[in-house]
């Protein structure tokens, strides 16, 4: 099935050279409209790509192409900066608090799939928040992390569990100038 998807660009974005090289699963720990609104204000500095309601609806609040300001200080596989390489999608609500509705997880699958083979993505690929920033972030909740990426091999293939991973490619010096680290 198809979720409904709507734009609000945030102005918190930039620069136009996002790596692509995989996706990164957050909670907002706000409701869906709330998260918006704070995603469209300058003085967050805070945004993702993407933003799934519980009813499955996604807003996109910044554009595949440009750096989203989700990650923060971060590292997957042997690099920091996740930001520059990793979209940032996530679920409106706390999962600490209520679990991931079924929509949810449709919703993002149906997100993942243009994106999945188009950009050679693989379940080594995708990672929760709190992984990359251990002892900093807590989203999301391991229990919802493992029915999401349950869900994700499951419709896609492969191991659950990211074992074996290929390894990223080096990034350009040039893009890594600044790249803001907020969240
Ligand atoms: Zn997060």
């Given amino acids: 099935m198809a979720f409904r998807q709507f734009e609000r660009l945030s102005p918190n974005r930039g620069p136009a050279a996002h790596e692509r090289l995989g996706a990164l699963f957050h909670h907002s720990g706000r409701g869906f409209a709330e998260t918006i609104d704070r995603m469209l204000d300058p003085g967050s500095r805070v945004s993702y790509h993407c933003l799934i309601e519980a009813d499955g609806t996604r807003c996109t609040l910044v554009p595949d192409a440009e750096v989203a300001w989700h990650a923060g200080a971060s590292t997957f596989l042997g690099r920091d900066r996740c930001n520059d390489f990793l979209l940032g999608v996530s679920f409106a609500g706390d999962t600490y608090l209520s679990p991931l509705s079924g929509p949810q997880i449709a919703s993002a699958?149906?997100?993942?799939?243009?994106?999945?083979?188009?950009l050679g993505w693989e379940t080594g690929r995708v990672a929760?928040?709190?992984q990359v920033a251990p002892g900093r972030k807590r989203d999301l909740n391991p229990a919802e992390w493992d029915r999401l990426i349950g869900a994700i091999a499951a419709h896609f293939g492969g191991a659950a569990a990211p074992g074996?991973?290929?390894?990223?490619?080096?990034t350009p010096p040039s893009r890594r100038k600044n790249p803001p680290q907020t969240r």
Avoid: F, I, Q, Y
């Fill in 109 to 118: 699958l149906e997100w993942l799939e243009p994106r999945w083979n188009a």
């Fill in 128 to 130: 929760d928040h709190r």
């Fill in 164 to 170: 074996s991973v290929s390894m990223l490619k080096s």
